[in-house]
């Protein structure tokens, strides 16, 4: 039993009762359910549940498309990339499913000094990476809170060459509000935390000993980044340990809790499913497994419930499940991602202090080879972050669709200084031919914006945004 007494309410009774509903609901009520999602406004509970069970094959391409259309009404064609630096596995926690878990004597642990810190931020940045998430486990060297916050400095003071690091996000173990309020003063861009699961019994289950074993302090952690000033936050589910559908709703609570206490809700939602991890049979045998088809239900879903948050796709899936789920709302991808401390510095992509299996192996100008044959942009934009445009700010432009008069520009910016500076003669190829057949695809003044921005880039400036 928790001994912290705040918590976000997330009344099980009502989701199970929700979703009894929704099985009954008509092909009629489905329909009804994809014009309103049309109309960027969201949708309830009730109406997520109406979705979930969509089996006929004419029903599920309409809610397949009806989510690539609000991605791409909000968006626009954009997929923002970044790459993980993990800097320690350190942690005291044993939850059930994770190879850093505590007790986990096959893992290798290391925390990487901070000289060791910006040789993985120079090999990120030479990769052309302008955008990365900071991952520690629950247990810092001796410095304790300070390793991360020096950590931070080492990343934002790193330059090579012609790149820097813009934006640092950071996925950390819950913190006490003063904690955020220096993160805040750090200036981190997203503070991002999963819940893992919202069900309390298969919690417990799953998470055995350590700090993490208290539900009520995890799920108010983003509470308190709100009250610390944090006002850009990341939440999650770990899909695989309980029922997505219960999962799901119950995030919908947690949002809605966001929304009405604060008036934001999750600037990211990520979608990672359990993947193998060393010394850990939960991992490998999922208590309540995720379908590919299912998973991409779970995404489309997602992006017509909240449609004006990103949804975050990570190197666990396959560069097959990957492409599928950019044109279902995916609006950020990891690329080249490793694991483990010190990964980015050595040859070995799946070492003995990796945190799960990876999916998708490929190097970050491949991905984007990829990315830019498929008629998307990719992104290395952090413009709102610099101009302040986080939190209701955000919001208040993303629900009309208007942030994209902004990410469309900066995508292609953004992207033609990767072109020039670090891509490969044949991604340079694929992607100057992206660019010029997609900017017939803007609106006039995001297709002006966008050229103006690339006029000064091939002119020889850099890091210009609107």
Request: with cysteine.
């Amino acid at each position: 039993m928790s001994e912290y007494k705040e918590t976000v309410p997330i009344d099980e009774e009502r989701i199970w009762k929700t979703i009894e509903a929704g099985r009954r609901a008509r092909a009629s009520q489905v329909l009804e359910v994809l014009d309103k999602a049309r109309s960027l406004k969201g949708l309830e509970a009730e109406e997520v549940a109406q979705l979930m069970d969509v089996s006929d094959p004419e029903l599920l391409s309409g809610l397949f498309a009806t989510a690539r259309q609000i991605k791409e009404d909000i968006y626009g064609k954009r997929l923002v990339l970044f790459a993980p630096l993990y800097i320690s596995n350190m942690c005291g926690n044993e939850c059930s499913y994770c190879a850093f878990r505590a007790r986990n004597t096959s893992v290798k642990r290391r925390a990487l000094s901070q000289d060791e810190i910006a040789r993985e931020t120079r090999i990120l940045i030479d990769q052309g990476h302008k955008r990365i998430l900071l991952v520690a486990g629950e247990a810092y060297p001796r410095e304790g809170f300070d390793y991360i916050l020096k950590a931070i400095d080492t990343v934002y003071a790193t330059r090579h060459e012609r790149g820097e690091i813009r934006r640092l996000n950071v996925n950390l173990a819950p913190l006490k509000v003063e904690e955020f309020q220096a993160l805040r003063d750090r200036k981190i861009g997203t503070y991002q935390i999963f819940q893992e699961t919202y069900h309390r019994e298969t919690y417990a289950k799953v998470h055995l000993a350590g700090k993490k074993t208290d539900f009520n302090w995890r799920i108010t952690a983003i509470d308190r980044a709100m009250q610390g000033n944090i006002d850009d936050v990341g939440i999650g589910v770990l899909f695989g340990l309980f029922d997505w559908r219960f999962e799901i709703l119950a995030m919908m609570q947690h949002i809605r809790h966001l929304e009405q206490k604060f008036g934001v809700g999750p600037h990211t939602i990520s979608v990672p499913r359990l993947e193998p991890a060393v010394g850990s049979d939960l991992a490998s045998h999922p208590p309540r497994p995720v379908t590919d088809l299912e998973f991409r239900k779970i995404i489309a879903i997602l992006r017509m419930a909240v449609p004006y948050t990103g949804i975050i796709m990570s190197t666990r899936e396959t560069a097959d499940i990957r492409r599928e789920t950019f044109a279902l709302g995916v609006s950020q991808i990891s690329a080249g991602s490793r694991t483990n401390p010190g990964g980015y510095s050595t040859d070995d992509q799946e070492d003995m202090s990796s945190q799960f299996s990876l999916g998708d192996h490929r190097p970050l100008d491949e991905v984007i080879r990829d990315v830019s044959f498929l008629g998307y942009i990719p992104s290395f934009c952090t413009g709102c972050y610099r101009l302040g445009r986080t939190g209701k700010d955000f919001m208040d432009l993303a629900k009309p669709g208007e942030i994209k008069l902004h990410c469309s520009p900066n995508a292609y910016s953004t992207f033609l200084e990767y072109l020039i500076d670090y891509a490969s003669d044949e991604t340079r190829t694929v992607g100057e031919a992206a660019i010029a057949r997609s900017l017939d695809e803007l609106d006039d003044v995001s297709r002006q914006r966008s050229q103006n921005l690339m006029a000064k880039v091939r002119q020889g400036k850099r890091d210009v945004f609107c």
